[in-house]
C-alpha cells in the first residue's frame, strides 16, 4: 500500500468522499461540497507541523485518506484517523491499523496513538481491539450530529504493547511519499 501526499488534483475526489453520506456519517462533522474550502483545508494541512495527511493508493487506484494528527513531539503521541473513500476496496479498513502503527512506530518515533470512534461506527470500534489496541474509556454524549447526541469511545496503542502484538505484522509498511 502507498501513501501519497495530497495534492491540488486530489481535492475534487478527497471533496466527494468527504461529503458521502457512508463516510461523513462517522465523522465529528460536515463539511460543506465546496471546493474552494478543499483549498484553503489543504493550505491549512501544509502548514501543519503535527500532523501527517495522506492518500492511500492500492494497486494503482486511490482509495481513501488516512492522518496522523494533534501530534504532541515531546509527549510523542498523536491521533490516528482515516476513511475508506472506495467501497469496493471496504475490506482493506482491517489493516489500516496495521501500517499506521508500524509507521507511527517505527518511523515518526511515536510512543502511543489514539483512535477516537463514534459509537455508531460498530465496525471500527471491533477493528480497535482486535488489533490489540486497548480500549481506554469512553466519553459520553460527546458529539452532537443531526441533532443526536454520540459517545465516542477511546482506544491506544503504545509503542511498547505493539511491539508484541506487531511481530507478526511487521510487514504492514505503507511506501510513504512526503506528507502535506
Same mark, same amino acid.
Given at each position: 500500500?502507498?501513501?501519497?501526499?495530497?495534492?491540488?488534483?486530489? +481535492?475534487?475526489?478527497?471533496?466527494?468522499?468527504?461529503?458521502?453520506?457512508?463516510?461523513?456519517?462517522?465523522?465529528?462533522?460536515?463539511?460543506?461540497?465546496?471546493?474552494?474550502?478543499?483549498?484553503?483545508?489543504?493550505?491549512?494541512?501544509?502548514?501543519?507541523?503535527?500532523?501527517?495527511?495522506? +492518500?492511500?493508493?492500492?494497486?494503482?487506484? +486511490?482509495?481513501?485518506?488516512?492522518?496522523?494528527?494533534?501530534?504532541?513531539?515531546?509527549?510523542?503521541?498523536?491521533?490516528?484517523?482515516? !476513511?475508506?473513500?472506495?467501497?469496493?476496496?471496504?475490506?482493506?479498513?482491517?489493516?489500516?491499523?496495521?501500517?499506521?502503527?508500524?509507521?507511527?512506530f517505527n518511523e515518526l518515533? +511515536?510512543?502511543?496513538l489514539i483512535g477516537e470512534?463514534?459509537?455508531?461506527?460498530?465496525?471500527?470500534?471491533?477493528?480497535?481491539?482486535?488489533?490489540?489496541?486497548?480500549?481506554?474509556?469512553?466519553?459520553?454524549?460527546?458529539?452532537?450530529?443531526?441533532?443526536?447526541?454520540?459517545?465516542? !469511545?477511546?482506544?491506544?496503542?503504545?509503542?511498547?504493547?505493539?511491539?508484541?502484538?506487531?511481530?507478526? !505484522?511487521?510487514? !504492514?509498511?505503507?511506501?510513504?511519499?512526503?506528507?502535506?
Amino acid at each position: 500500500m502507498k501513501w501519497i501526499s495530497v495534492k491540488e488534483e486530489h +481535492l475534487q475526489r478527497i471533496l466527494d468522499w468527504r461529503t458521502n453520506e457512508q463516510i461523513t456519517r462517522f465523522m465529528y462533522t460536515d463539511i460543506e461540497y465546496n471546493l474552494e474550502n478543499q483549498t484553503k483545508w489543504l493550505e491549512v494541512i501544509r502548514q501543519d507541523a503535527n500532523g501527517r495527511y495522506f +492518500l492511500m493508493e492500492y494497486k494503482d487506484e +486511490l482509495i481513501g485518506f488516512i492522518s496522523i494528527t494533534n501530534i504532541d513531539w515531546k509527549h510523542k503521541h498523536g491521533h490516528w484517523n482515516f !476513511y475508506i473513500g472506495e467501497m469496493k476496496f471496504a475490506m482493506l479498513a482491517g489493516f489500516l491499523g496495521l501500517f499506521m502503527y508500524n509507521y507511527a512506530f517505527n518511523e515518526l518515533g +511515536l510512543e502511543k496513538l489514539i483512535g477516537e470512534v463514534m459509537d455508531i461506527n460498530e465496525g471500527v470500534r471491533k477493528l480497535h481491539v482486535k488489533q490489540g489496541a486497548r480500549k481506554v474509556g469512553v466519553y459520553e454524549h460527546h458529539i452532537l450530529k443531526n441533532d443526536v447526541w454520540h459517545d465516542v !469511545y477511546v482506544f491506544e496503542m503504545t509503542k511498547k504493547s505493539w511491539q508484541d502484538i506487531g511481530q507478526k !505484522y511487521k510487514k !504492514y509498511v505503507p511506501q510513504v511519499g512526503d506528507s502535506v
